[in-house]
């Protein structure tokens, strides 16, 4: 009777055991939202360094990564490439070289990259805009 109540003490808790694994591995494995770094790439794409002028006859020379929702979307924005680096070419004709100082005015302007370009897209949307290079003379 004792060698019995044992065994089954010792089966329940192997399946508890057991259980608590499963559980933990499945809760590991869930997306929490972020992509990984090899999802980023695989829908990312980059413009090359353009140069163009600002409004106040300063000039800029910079460079983009554009993070698109998906692999499809990243292919139309490839495809969109001279509709893109319009939209970033009026962008910075209008914009002075006060506002590059500091962190805010990058910031806005790869929000409104980010919504021009999202007007554009049929095929999916751009997650995030990266500026890769800056020089401001």
């Known amino acids: 009777m004792l060698k019995m109540m044992l065994i089954i003490m010792i089966v329940i808790t192997l399946v508890s055991v057991v259980a608590l694994v499963v559980i933990m591995n499945f809760k590991g494995k869930e997306d929490s939202g972020e992509p990984t770094a090899d999802e980023i790439v ?3 794409f980059d413009i090359p360094e353009m140069t163009t002028n600002l409004m106040d006859d300063h000039f800029v020379k910079i460079a983009f990564k554009i993070q698109t929702d998906s692999e499809k979307a990243r ?8 509709q893109i680096k ?3 070419i009026e962008e910075l004709s209008e914009m002075k070289s006060e506002e590059f100082k500091g962190k805010q005015g990058k910031l806005l302007l790869e929000k409104k990259l980010q919504e021009r370009i999202n007007q554009l897209m049929q095929e999916g949307k751009v997650e995030k805009i990266y500026i890769t290079s800056f020089i401001l003379q």
């Open 42 to 44: 695989a829908s990312s």
């Open 75 to 82: 292919e139309e924005a490839e495809k969109r490439d001279f």
């Open 86 to 88: 319009s939209i970033i």
